[in-house]
């Protein structure tokens, strides 16, 4: 099932080129394909970022628990560790920025 | 751009403003260095004194960084604790890691910052004069009912919940920022420690 779900995620990409073949495309091939892999690249971007915080957190919670003494200690390396995990998710984010407003307004 | 144009202290036809600048620190640098420098004693007062303080603490920030002997024993520690072969590729490894963290900490605060500016700019165009209120000040009743009620919750919302989430975050980056340049500059000096306690068991 796996696979059929990822095949057809991936026929989605087939509608900007029938639709760009259909009028004889000329100019304008990028513009549709990079707002859709700013999109997408956005969307795995914030999952995957998503799960690796609720692991991070997790873990704090759970040593916090363990020894409360140590509890501000452990919430300033778990802050630290989430801005870190979520810079990668921000990278990604600049790139679709630039995809785009450089390359997806179409000026034709 | 007109609007955010600085008008110099003065400018020189034909010469871009940064270089007129540049010039004109160059001018008071060299000028404070001469003042220092003309009746210089032993025991230094006044310019000469000042001048020797900042002189050493920049030698002194350069020694903690890379040791005593100088560059290349700093350089010579990138390649790290592997066999012979791998020390290239452990050399380029380091140099973009080193190269990859200024870059890291400008592209972190950029997209927390203007993704901020992104998102408030997206709610202002859908509830501006183009939007909610601009339906709700059209005189259509529909208009004025869901673009009143719309309007006002957005605004709390923004008010109350954005604005709050854009200080946290640009002080939550202001701290990762110096956290991480405190951390980069602790794994650069322990380099120049651990090679002088090296030393001093020798001698």
Redesign the interface.
Known sequence: MRRSLILGGLAVLAFPTAALAAEGGTGGWIAPFAVIAAGIGMAIAAGLCGLGQGRAVASAVDAMARQPGAAARIQTAM??GL??IE?LA??T??IA?ILLFVKGINFA | MEAIEHPPIFRLPGIPDHVTYTWLVMIILAGLAFVGSRHLQLVPRGVQNFLEVVLEQFQQMIDDVMGSEGLLPYLKHFAGPVPLPLKPLMFVIEIISHLARPL?LT??L???I??GH?LLAVIFLLMGLDGLIGWALSGSVPGAIIGGLGGIVTIVFTVGFLYPLKILVAF??A??FV?LTMLYIAGAIEESEHHAEQHAGHH
């Open positions: 802050i630290i801005a870190l810079s921000i990278y984010l600049v920025l | 890291s592209l972190r950029f997209g927390n203007v993704g992104i939550l980056q701290f990762i956290m």
